[in-house]
Protein backbone atom coordinates (compact mmCIF):
# COMPACT_ATOMS: atom_id res chain seq x y z
CA UNK A 1 0.00 0.00 0.00
CA UNK A 2 1.06 3.25 -0.52
CA UNK A 3 1.47 6.08 2.46
CA UNK A 4 2.86 9.39 2.83
CA UNK A 5 5.34 10.32 5.52
CA UNK A 6 7.54 13.79 6.35
CA UNK A 7 11.21 13.06 6.83
CA UNK A 8 14.36 15.43 7.27
CA UNK A 9 17.14 15.41 4.89
CA UNK A 10 20.59 17.31 5.25
CA UNK A 11 22.69 18.25 2.33
CA UNK A 12 25.14 20.67 1.58
CA UNK A 13 24.06 23.85 -1.49
CA UNK A 14 26.40 26.15 -2.73
CA UNK A 15 24.27 29.42 -2.36
CA UNK A 16 24.58 32.71 -4.83
CA UNK A 17 27.14 34.52 -3.16
CA UNK A 18 29.39 31.21 -2.43
CA UNK A 19 28.67 30.73 -6.80
CA UNK A 20 29.75 34.18 -7.40
CA UNK A 21 33.01 34.18 -4.93
CA UNK A 22 33.93 31.31 -7.11
CA UNK A 23 33.58 32.78 -10.35
CA UNK A 24 35.28 35.61 -9.62
CA UNK A 25 38.07 33.67 -8.15
CA UNK A 26 38.33 32.28 -11.69
CA UNK A 27 38.58 35.09 -13.31
CA UNK A 28 42.12 36.48 -14.82
CA UNK A 29 42.90 39.78 -14.29
CA UNK A 30 41.65 40.86 -17.78
CA UNK A 31 39.01 38.99 -17.07
CA UNK A 32 37.75 40.29 -14.04
CA UNK A 33 38.79 43.84 -15.70
CA UNK A 34 35.91 43.03 -18.40
CA UNK A 35 33.15 41.49 -15.74
CA UNK A 36 33.89 45.14 -13.83
CA UNK A 37 33.30 47.06 -17.09
CA UNK A 38 30.27 45.25 -17.53
CA UNK A 39 28.98 45.40 -14.22
CA UNK A 40 29.44 49.15 -14.02
CA UNK A 41 26.88 49.18 -17.20
CA UNK A 42 24.18 46.87 -15.64
CA UNK A 43 24.70 48.19 -12.27
CA UNK A 44 24.54 52.09 -11.46
CA UNK A 45 24.91 51.27 -7.52
CA UNK A 46 28.68 50.10 -8.68
CA UNK A 47 31.13 53.23 -8.51
CA UNK A 48 34.19 53.40 -10.16
CA UNK A 49 36.79 56.52 -9.35
CA UNK A 50 37.50 59.26 -11.76
CA UNK A 51 40.86 59.14 -13.51
CA UNK A 52 41.89 55.32 -12.65
CA UNK A 53 41.34 54.57 -16.28
CA UNK A 54 44.34 53.61 -18.62
CA UNK A 55 44.91 56.42 -21.42
CA UNK A 56 45.80 53.96 -23.51
CA UNK A 57 44.03 50.76 -23.45
CA UNK A 58 41.26 51.65 -20.56
CA UNK A 59 42.25 49.43 -17.97
CA UNK A 60 41.31 50.16 -14.82
CA UNK A 61 43.94 50.80 -12.31
CA UNK A 62 45.41 52.73 -9.66
CA UNK A 63 49.00 51.72 -10.25
CA UNK A 64 51.59 53.86 -11.54
CA UNK A 65 52.43 52.07 -14.68
CA UNK A 66 49.38 50.44 -16.35
CA UNK A 67 50.02 46.38 -15.90
CA UNK A 68 48.56 45.65 -19.33
CA UNK A 69 49.98 47.91 -21.86
CA UNK A 70 52.91 49.55 -19.89
CA UNK A 71 51.87 53.25 -20.77
CA UNK A 72 52.29 55.73 -17.67
CA UNK A 73 49.11 56.15 -15.52
CA UNK A 74 50.27 59.98 -15.09
CA UNK A 75 46.99 62.72 -14.71
CA UNK A 76 45.17 63.32 -18.31
CA UNK A 77 45.45 67.26 -18.29
CA UNK A 78 49.35 67.45 -19.09
CA UNK A 79 48.46 65.16 -22.43
CA UNK A 80 45.34 67.24 -22.88
CA UNK A 81 47.25 69.35 -25.42
CA UNK A 82 49.05 67.04 -27.20
CA UNK A 83 47.89 65.68 -30.82
CA UNK A 84 47.33 61.98 -30.97
CA UNK A 85 50.78 60.57 -31.97
CA UNK A 86 53.08 62.65 -29.18
CA UNK A 87 49.83 61.72 -26.87
CA UNK A 88 50.76 58.11 -27.14
CA UNK A 89 54.80 59.02 -27.40
CA UNK A 90 54.43 60.29 -23.58
CA UNK A 91 51.87 57.60 -22.20
CA UNK A 92 54.09 55.14 -23.36
CA UNK A 93 57.51 56.41 -22.72
CA UNK A 94 57.09 57.61 -18.89
CA UNK A 95 56.54 54.29 -18.34
CA UNK A 96 58.65 52.48 -20.33
CA UNK A 97 61.85 54.82 -21.09
CA UNK A 98 63.93 51.73 -22.21
CA UNK A 99 61.69 50.55 -24.52
CA UNK A 100 60.97 51.68 -28.28
CA UNK A 101 57.52 53.45 -28.77
CA UNK A 102 55.34 51.15 -31.07
CA UNK A 103 51.63 52.49 -31.60
CA UNK A 104 50.76 48.99 -32.78
CA UNK A 105 51.31 47.40 -29.80
CA UNK A 106 47.76 47.80 -28.06
CA UNK A 107 46.09 47.90 -31.73
CA UNK A 108 47.57 44.77 -33.40
CA UNK A 109 44.88 41.93 -32.64
CA UNK A 110 46.43 38.23 -32.65
CA UNK A 111 44.49 35.98 -34.95
CA UNK A 112 45.12 32.24 -34.27
CA UNK A 113 46.30 29.75 -36.40
CA UNK A 114 42.82 27.94 -35.61
CA UNK A 115 41.08 31.20 -36.61
CA UNK A 116 43.11 31.59 -39.69
CA UNK A 117 42.68 27.76 -41.17
CA UNK A 118 38.52 28.59 -40.44
CA UNK A 119 38.98 31.54 -42.64
CA UNK A 120 40.16 30.26 -45.11
CA UNK A 121 37.74 27.13 -44.37
CA UNK A 122 35.21 29.63 -44.84
CA UNK A 123 36.10 30.51 -48.42
CA UNK A 124 36.86 27.55 -49.72
CA UNK A 125 33.96 25.31 -48.45
CA UNK A 126 30.03 25.86 -47.42
CA UNK A 127 27.14 23.63 -45.64
CA UNK A 128 27.94 20.31 -43.90
CA UNK A 129 31.51 20.37 -45.45
CA UNK A 130 32.46 23.93 -44.23
CA UNK A 131 30.93 22.14 -40.44
CA UNK A 132 33.45 19.06 -40.94
CA UNK A 133 36.33 21.21 -41.95
CA UNK A 134 36.38 23.61 -38.69
CA UNK A 135 35.90 19.99 -36.71
CA UNK A 136 38.80 18.69 -38.56
CA UNK A 137 40.89 22.24 -37.48
CA UNK A 138 39.67 21.78 -33.92
CA UNK A 139 40.92 18.11 -33.73
CA UNK A 140 44.52 19.28 -34.68
CA UNK A 141 47.33 18.57 -32.23
CA UNK A 142 49.93 21.74 -31.34
CA UNK A 143 52.05 20.68 -34.46
CA UNK A 144 48.85 20.97 -37.30
CA UNK A 145 48.82 17.07 -37.30
CA UNK A 146 45.24 15.39 -37.46
CA UNK A 147 45.63 12.29 -35.70
CA UNK A 148 41.87 11.09 -34.62
CA UNK A 149 40.37 8.49 -36.39
CA UNK A 150 38.54 9.28 -39.54
CA UNK A 151 35.63 6.03 -38.60
CA UNK A 152 35.17 7.74 -35.53
CA UNK A 153 34.86 11.21 -37.36
CA UNK A 154 32.36 9.89 -39.77
CA UNK A 155 29.72 8.54 -36.69
CA UNK A 156 30.18 11.94 -35.79
CA UNK A 157 28.32 13.35 -38.51
CA UNK A 158 26.64 10.47 -39.62
CA UNK A 159 28.40 10.18 -43.01
CA UNK A 160 31.06 8.12 -44.77
CA UNK A 161 34.70 7.80 -44.40
CA UNK A 162 35.21 8.62 -47.83
CA UNK A 163 33.21 11.96 -47.37
CA UNK A 164 35.44 12.91 -43.98
CA UNK A 165 38.98 12.10 -46.73
CA UNK A 166 38.02 14.48 -49.00
CA UNK A 167 37.69 17.17 -46.17
CA UNK A 168 40.41 16.00 -44.94
CA UNK A 169 42.28 16.06 -48.51
CA UNK A 170 40.80 20.16 -48.73
CA UNK A 171 42.25 20.67 -45.35
CA UNK A 172 45.68 19.78 -46.51
CA UNK A 173 45.68 22.28 -49.42
CA UNK A 174 45.30 24.57 -46.92
CA UNK A 175 48.31 27.32 -45.76
CA UNK A 176 50.56 26.62 -43.71
CA UNK A 177 52.05 23.71 -46.29
CA UNK A 178 51.51 20.42 -44.52
CA UNK A 179 49.27 21.15 -41.97
CA UNK A 180 46.49 18.45 -41.37
CA UNK A 181 48.60 15.46 -42.35
CA UNK A 182 48.04 12.41 -39.96
CA UNK A 183 52.06 11.40 -40.22
CA UNK A 184 55.16 12.53 -40.87
CA UNK A 185 55.51 11.14 -44.35
CA UNK A 186 52.31 12.69 -45.21
CA UNK A 187 52.90 15.77 -44.17
CA UNK A 188 56.88 15.30 -46.12
CA UNK A 189 54.96 14.18 -49.02
CA UNK A 190 52.33 17.16 -48.93
CA UNK A 191 55.39 19.95 -48.77
CA UNK A 192 57.25 18.17 -51.39
CA UNK A 193 53.96 18.13 -53.84
CA UNK A 194 53.50 21.80 -53.36
CA UNK A 195 57.13 22.38 -53.41
CA UNK A 196 57.21 20.74 -56.79
CA UNK A 197 54.80 23.09 -58.42
CA UNK A 198 57.76 25.53 -58.78
CA UNK A 199 60.34 24.30 -61.14
CA UNK A 200 62.86 26.88 -59.75
CA UNK A 201 62.96 26.07 -56.05
CA UNK A 202 63.49 22.19 -56.77
CA UNK A 203 65.19 19.71 -59.60
CA UNK A 204 62.59 17.76 -61.18
CA UNK A 205 65.28 14.72 -60.64
CA UNK A 206 65.70 15.30 -57.11
CA UNK A 207 61.80 15.33 -56.94
CA UNK A 208 60.94 12.26 -58.81
CA UNK A 209 63.84 10.39 -56.47
CA UNK A 210 62.75 11.84 -52.94
CA UNK A 211 59.15 11.27 -53.67
CA UNK A 212 59.53 7.72 -54.19
CA UNK A 213 61.73 7.04 -51.25
CA UNK A 214 58.88 8.45 -49.29
CA UNK A 215 56.30 6.05 -50.50
CA UNK A 216 58.46 2.96 -51.44
CA UNK A 217 61.41 2.96 -48.76
CA UNK A 218 59.79 5.05 -45.81
CA UNK A 219 60.98 2.22 -43.41
CA UNK A 220 64.73 2.11 -44.99
CA UNK A 221 65.19 5.78 -45.08
CA UNK A 222 63.63 6.33 -41.58
CA UNK A 223 66.38 3.75 -40.61
CA UNK A 224 68.65 5.98 -42.65
CA UNK A 225 69.31 3.14 -44.43
CA UNK A 226 71.00 4.68 -47.87
CA UNK A 227 72.91 2.18 -49.12
CA UNK A 228 70.10 -0.03 -49.52
CA UNK A 229 67.82 2.08 -50.62
CA UNK A 230 70.35 2.57 -53.48
CA UNK A 231 70.76 -0.82 -54.58
CA UNK A 232 66.65 -1.05 -54.37
CA UNK A 233 66.48 2.08 -56.46
CA UNK A 234 69.35 0.94 -58.89
CA UNK A 235 70.80 4.63 -57.99
CA UNK A 236 74.06 6.29 -56.37
CA UNK A 237 74.05 6.59 -52.97
CA UNK A 238 74.73 9.91 -53.57
CA UNK A 239 71.23 10.60 -55.21
CA UNK A 240 69.61 9.10 -52.23
CA UNK A 241 71.86 11.46 -49.74
CA UNK A 242 71.09 14.51 -52.06
CA UNK A 243 67.03 13.62 -51.40
CA UNK A 244 67.98 13.40 -47.92
CA UNK A 245 69.26 16.44 -47.81
CA UNK A 246 66.49 18.67 -49.26
CA UNK A 247 64.23 16.50 -46.62
CA UNK A 248 66.35 17.86 -43.46
CA UNK A 249 66.71 21.31 -45.63
CA UNK A 250 63.58 22.57 -46.97
CA UNK A 251 60.89 20.40 -45.53
CA UNK A 252 58.98 20.98 -42.34
CA UNK A 253 58.13 18.17 -40.01
CA UNK A 254 56.33 20.33 -37.24
CA UNK A 255 53.49 22.63 -40.04
CA UNK A 256 51.86 24.45 -37.30
CA UNK A 257 55.42 26.13 -36.61
CA UNK A 258 55.42 27.32 -39.76
CA UNK A 259 52.12 29.30 -39.26
CA UNK A 260 52.74 33.11 -38.55
CA UNK A 261 50.91 36.21 -37.80
CA UNK A 262 49.52 38.49 -40.73
CA UNK A 263 51.27 41.42 -41.37
CA UNK A 264 53.78 40.11 -38.52
CA UNK A 265 56.23 42.00 -40.39
CA UNK A 266 54.65 45.38 -40.30
CA UNK A 267 54.04 45.42 -36.46
CA UNK A 268 56.88 43.90 -35.18
CA UNK A 269 57.86 40.31 -33.56
CA UNK A 270 56.34 41.27 -30.20
CA UNK A 271 53.56 39.53 -28.46
CA UNK A 272 50.52 40.37 -27.33
CA UNK A 273 51.06 41.64 -23.60
CA UNK A 274 49.66 39.23 -20.27
CA UNK A 275 48.21 41.04 -17.50
CA UNK A 276 49.99 39.06 -14.68
CA UNK A 277 48.09 38.42 -11.46
CA UNK A 278 50.79 38.42 -9.35
CA UNK A 279 54.64 39.67 -9.28
CA UNK A 280 57.59 37.99 -7.02
CA UNK A 281 60.58 39.37 -6.13
CA UNK A 282 63.58 37.61 -4.69
CA UNK A 283 64.04 39.98 -1.27
CA UNK A 284 67.64 38.61 0.62
CA UNK A 285 66.92 35.25 1.08
CA UNK A 286 63.09 35.21 0.61
CA UNK A 287 60.36 35.75 -1.90
CA UNK A 288 57.81 38.75 -2.11
CA UNK A 289 54.52 38.23 -3.09
CA UNK A 290 52.67 40.93 -4.56
CA UNK A 291 49.14 40.33 -5.64
CA UNK A 292 48.01 42.61 -7.95
CA UNK A 293 45.07 44.63 -6.38
CA UNK A 294 44.10 46.99 -9.50
CA UNK A 295 40.32 47.43 -8.05
CA UNK A 296 40.70 47.70 -3.94
CA UNK A 297 40.51 51.20 -3.45
CA UNK A 298 38.86 51.76 -6.88
CA UNK A 299 35.48 50.12 -6.84
CA UNK A 300 32.47 51.41 -4.24
CA UNK A 301 29.09 51.71 -3.38
CA UNK A 302 27.08 54.64 -5.09
CA UNK A 303 26.79 57.64 -2.55
CA UNK A 304 22.45 57.64 -3.78
CA UNK A 305 22.47 54.56 -3.68
CA UNK A 306 24.43 53.86 -0.47
CA UNK A 307 22.14 56.52 1.63
CA UNK A 308 18.85 55.29 0.09
CA UNK A 309 19.94 52.23 0.98
CA UNK A 310 19.71 52.72 4.61
CA UNK A 311 17.07 54.64 4.65
CA UNK A 312 15.60 51.05 3.19
CA UNK A 313 17.39 49.19 5.51
CA UNK A 314 15.73 51.59 8.76
CA UNK A 315 12.47 51.48 6.87
CA UNK A 316 12.57 54.93 6.79
CA UNK A 317 11.96 56.12 3.13
CA UNK A 318 9.09 57.28 1.34
CA UNK A 319 9.90 55.07 -1.68
CA UNK A 320 7.39 52.31 -3.04
CA UNK A 321 8.33 48.80 -2.75
CA UNK A 322 9.77 48.09 -6.45
CA UNK A 323 12.21 51.02 -5.72
CA UNK A 324 12.99 49.30 -2.58
CA UNK A 325 13.75 45.99 -3.86
CA UNK A 326 15.57 47.82 -6.87
CA UNK A 327 17.86 49.69 -4.29
CA UNK A 328 18.23 46.39 -2.38
CA UNK A 329 18.98 44.07 -4.68
CA UNK A 330 21.66 45.86 -6.81
CA UNK A 331 23.11 47.47 -3.40
CA UNK A 332 23.93 43.94 -2.08
CA UNK A 333 25.28 43.03 -5.50
CA UNK A 334 27.92 45.62 -5.10
CA UNK A 335 28.41 44.15 -1.81
CA UNK A 336 28.71 40.48 -2.83
CA UNK A 337 31.12 41.54 -5.82
CA UNK A 338 33.82 43.83 -3.44
CA UNK A 339 33.50 40.94 -0.96
CA UNK A 340 34.30 37.88 -3.67
CA UNK A 341 37.15 40.72 -5.26
CA UNK A 342 38.95 40.81 -1.60
CA UNK A 343 38.69 36.94 -0.91
CA UNK A 344 40.30 36.27 -4.62
CA UNK A 345 42.99 38.67 -3.65
CA UNK A 346 43.13 36.87 -0.03
CA UNK A 347 43.33 33.58 -1.81
CA UNK A 348 45.46 33.84 -4.49
CA UNK A 349 48.00 35.69 -1.93
CA UNK A 350 48.25 32.45 0.10
CA UNK A 351 48.28 30.14 -2.78
CA UNK A 352 50.89 31.82 -4.49
CA UNK A 353 52.97 32.64 -1.24
CA UNK A 354 52.97 28.96 -0.81
CA UNK A 355 54.20 28.33 -4.42
CA UNK A 356 56.53 31.05 -4.18
CA UNK A 357 58.38 29.82 -0.66
CA UNK A 358 58.14 25.68 -2.25
CA UNK A 359 59.50 26.55 -5.64
CA UNK A 360 61.95 29.36 -4.27
CA UNK A 361 64.95 27.49 -5.80
CA UNK A 362 63.29 27.63 -9.46
CA UNK A 363 62.73 31.27 -8.94
CA UNK A 364 66.84 31.89 -7.73
CA UNK A 365 68.52 29.12 -10.25
CA UNK A 366 65.88 28.35 -13.27
CA UNK A 367 64.21 25.39 -14.74
CA UNK A 368 66.56 22.61 -13.30
CA UNK A 369 65.58 23.18 -10.00
CA UNK A 370 62.08 23.28 -10.23
CA UNK A 371 60.41 20.91 -7.31
CA UNK A 372 57.63 18.18 -8.21
CA UNK A 373 54.20 19.75 -6.78
CA UNK A 374 50.53 19.00 -6.82
CA UNK A 375 47.74 20.85 -6.47
CA UNK A 376 46.46 18.43 -4.13
CA UNK A 377 49.62 19.35 -2.26
CA UNK A 378 49.00 22.47 -1.95
CA UNK A 379 45.11 21.96 -0.90
CA UNK A 380 46.15 19.77 1.49
CA UNK A 381 48.75 22.49 3.28
CA UNK A 382 46.40 25.48 3.01
CA UNK A 383 43.59 23.00 4.58
CA UNK A 384 41.41 24.34 1.52
CA UNK A 385 39.52 22.22 -1.58
CA UNK A 386 41.50 20.98 -4.37
CA UNK A 387 38.89 22.75 -6.68
CA UNK A 388 39.73 26.40 -4.98
CA UNK A 389 43.30 25.87 -5.91
CA UNK A 390 42.11 24.94 -9.23
CA UNK A 391 40.27 27.92 -9.61
CA UNK A 392 43.14 30.19 -8.24
CA UNK A 393 45.55 29.50 -10.39
CA UNK A 394 43.15 28.96 -13.77
CA UNK A 395 44.54 31.44 -16.53
CA UNK A 396 46.59 33.34 -13.90
CA UNK A 397 49.90 34.93 -14.46
CA UNK A 398 52.69 36.11 -12.34
CA UNK A 399 56.25 37.48 -13.20
CA UNK A 400 59.21 36.36 -12.08
CA UNK A 401 62.14 38.14 -10.34
CA UNK A 402 63.97 37.07 -13.76
CA UNK A 403 61.20 39.59 -15.21
CA UNK A 404 59.67 36.87 -17.69
CA UNK A 405 55.91 36.58 -17.41
CA UNK A 406 54.77 32.84 -17.06
CA UNK A 407 51.50 30.99 -16.19
CA UNK A 408 51.08 29.83 -12.56
CA UNK A 409 50.65 26.01 -14.06
CA UNK A 410 54.28 26.11 -14.72
CA UNK A 411 55.59 25.47 -10.92
CA UNK A 412 52.99 21.92 -11.60
CA UNK A 413 54.80 21.09 -14.53
CA UNK A 414 57.14 18.04 -12.92
CA UNK A 415 59.03 17.15 -16.21
CA UNK A 416 60.67 20.66 -16.79
CA UNK A 417 63.90 20.16 -15.27
CA UNK A 418 63.85 16.86 -17.08
CA UNK A 419 63.29 18.26 -20.20
CA UNK A 420 65.56 21.29 -19.76
CA UNK A 421 68.05 18.48 -18.95
CA UNK A 422 67.31 16.83 -22.04
CA UNK A 423 67.61 19.26 -24.29
CA UNK A 424 71.03 20.56 -22.19
CA UNK A 425 72.32 17.27 -23.48
CA UNK A 426 71.05 17.28 -26.85
CA UNK A 427 72.44 21.09 -27.36
CA UNK A 428 75.94 20.74 -25.98
CA UNK A 429 76.90 17.49 -27.49
CA UNK A 430 78.86 17.32 -30.85
CA UNK A 431 77.16 14.38 -32.41
CA UNK A 432 73.76 13.77 -32.48
CA UNK A 433 72.45 11.21 -30.02
CA UNK A 434 69.78 8.91 -30.36
CA UNK A 435 66.94 8.34 -27.52
CA UNK A 436 69.04 5.38 -25.75
CA UNK A 437 72.12 7.44 -25.80
CA UNK A 438 70.17 10.43 -24.08
CA UNK A 439 68.90 7.50 -21.57
CA UNK A 440 72.70 6.87 -20.79
CA UNK A 441 73.06 10.52 -20.36
CA UNK A 442 70.36 11.01 -18.12
CA UNK A 443 71.51 7.98 -16.27
CA UNK A 444 74.59 9.63 -15.41
CA UNK A 445 72.81 12.48 -13.98
CA UNK A 446 70.87 10.51 -11.55
CA UNK A 447 67.61 10.58 -13.88
CA UNK A 448 66.24 7.26 -14.97
CA UNK A 449 63.64 7.05 -17.05
CA UNK A 450 62.41 5.46 -19.93
CA UNK A 451 63.37 5.31 -23.73
CA UNK A 452 59.81 5.97 -25.02
CA UNK A 453 59.67 9.24 -22.42
CA UNK A 454 63.07 10.96 -23.37
CA UNK A 455 61.09 10.96 -27.12
CA UNK A 456 57.74 12.26 -25.35
CA UNK A 457 59.65 14.76 -23.59
CA UNK A 458 62.43 15.31 -27.18
CA UNK A 459 58.97 15.89 -29.35
CA UNK A 460 57.52 18.18 -26.70
CA UNK A 461 60.48 20.52 -27.25
CA UNK A 462 60.26 19.97 -30.92
CA UNK A 463 63.63 18.27 -31.31
CA UNK A 464 63.82 16.04 -35.09
CA UNK A 465 64.59 12.37 -34.33
CA UNK A 466 67.81 11.19 -33.99
CA UNK A 467 67.57 9.59 -37.70
CA UNK A 468 66.80 13.01 -38.77
CA UNK A 469 68.95 14.82 -36.72
CA UNK A 470 71.73 12.83 -38.02
CA UNK A 471 70.98 12.74 -41.90
Not at 155 to 169: C, S, Y
Not at 260 to 281: C, E, H, I, T
Request: proline fraction near 4%.
Amino acid sequence: MQSIALSQKQSQRAIPVQIQANAILNMSLIELQQFIETEAIENPALSIKEGSRCPICGFVTDYKACPVCGASMKSAPELESCDERDYLERAFSAANADTAFDPFRTVASSVSLCAYLKQQAGMALSGRKLRICEYLIDSLDDDGYFRESLFETAEEFATAVPEIEEVLEALQSFDPVGIGARDLRECLLIQLRFFSRFTDSINLCTFADTERILLDYWDDFSKLKFKSIARQMATSVGAVQEAADFIKDRLNPYPASAYSQPFSDLSGAQAAAVAPDVMLRLVDDSVKVDVLDTYGNLLGIDETYDDLYGSVKREDTHLNADDCRHIREYVERVKVILESIALRKKTLARVATYIADYQKDFLAHGPSKLRPLRQKDVAQALEVHESTICRAIADKYCRLPSGETVSFEIFFDAAMPIRTLIKEIITTSIEPLSDNEIVNRLSEHGVEIARRTVAKYRSQLRVLPYQLRAA
